[in-house]
C-alpha cells in the first residue's frame, strides 16, 4: 500500500514545494552574493603605474578582473603583481567593472603605441548572455584595436564560470556552456589577429577554483580572491610567458638608450 505522503494526489504538491524551496533558496543566494559583488567592486581600483624613467609600457584593458575587484589590494591584483615584477614598466589601465567585450574596444583608443596590450574579459558577456555572432564580432573587434596599439597582444578570459560559488545548478551547467563557447571565439580571434589566447577553462574535477572554492574565490563566489589571482598571473607567464617578454622589451629599450 501505497504512503499516504506521497499518494497520486499529494506528489504534485510536494514536487512543487520542494521546487518553490529550492528557487527560494537559490534566490536568497544570488541575493547575498550580488550585494558582496556590489561591495567589492565599490571597494576596487585599478592599479596604474608610473615610474620614473619607465623603459616599457603595457596598456589593460578589460572587465572587473582587470580592475582586480575581488583582491584584497590592487596590488594583489594581476596589474598588481606585474608592477610587483616589473617596477621600472609604466602600466595604463583602463579596465572598467561591468566592462563586456563590446565596450572594450573604447578602452583601447588613441593613438599612443604600448609595448604590450593585456586584455581582460569575458565574464559578463557570458553571465548577461551576450549572443554567440555578437560576441564573435565584439572579441574580433577588441583583438584587432589592441593590434593597432602594440606588437604583443595577450587576451585572458576568466576561467570555467559555471564553477564559480555565485551559481547553483542548474545554472551553473548554462554558465560553464557559454564558457566554453566564450573561450572557443577568443582562441579563434586570438589566432586571426596574431594575439596569445591564455586558456583558464577547466571542467570542475580539474578546476582549481572548484576543489577550492574558499581558497581561491572572493566572497561573492564570482570573482578571484588574492590566491586566485596569483594562478591567473602563474598563467599569464606559463601560458603566454608574459614576464620574459616585458623583461626582453625592457632590457633592449634600456640598451638602446646606451
Known sequence: MASRFFS???????????????VAATAGHAAWRIKQSVALARQSEPLQSAPAGATASLLIAGDSTGVGTGASSAASSVAG??????????????????????????????????????????????????????????IARVAQRAAARAPLVVIL?????????????????????RSRTLHRLVGQAAANH???????????????????PDELNARDGLHP????????????????????????VQALKEFKAH
Do not use: C
Open 225 to 248: 580572491s588574492d590566491a586566485g589571482y596569483r594562478l591567473w598571473y602563474d598563467a599569464l607567464n606559463t601560458q603566454a610567458a608574459l614576464a620574459s617578454r616585458l623583461k626582453a
Open 157 to 177: 578570459p576568466p576561467g570555467n564560470v559555471g564553477n564559480a560559488p555565485f551559481f547553483m545548478a542548474p545554472l551553473s551547467w548554462l554558465m560553464a556552456k
Open 81 to 138: 603583481l606585474i608592477a610587483r615584477d616589473h617596477p621600472a614598466l609604466r602600466i595604463v589601465n583602463r579596465a572598467q567593472d561591468g566592462a563586456r567585450f563590446a565596450d572594450i574596444p573604447r578602452q583601447l583608443e588613441g593613438d599612443e603605441r604600448f609595448d604590450a596590450v593585456l586584455v581582460l574579459g569575458g565574464g559578463n558577456d557570458v553571465i548577461r548572455m551576450t549572443g554567440q555572432e555578437t560576441l564573435a564580432q565584439d
Open 194 to 212: 596574431g594575439a596569445i589566447y591564455v586558456n583558464l577553462y577547466k571542467d570542475r574535477a580539474d578546476d582549481p577554483f572548484a576543489q577550492r
Open 8 to 22: 497520486a494526489r499529494r506528489l504534485p504538491l510536494a514536487l512543487w514545494t520542494v521546487a518553490a524551496l529550492a
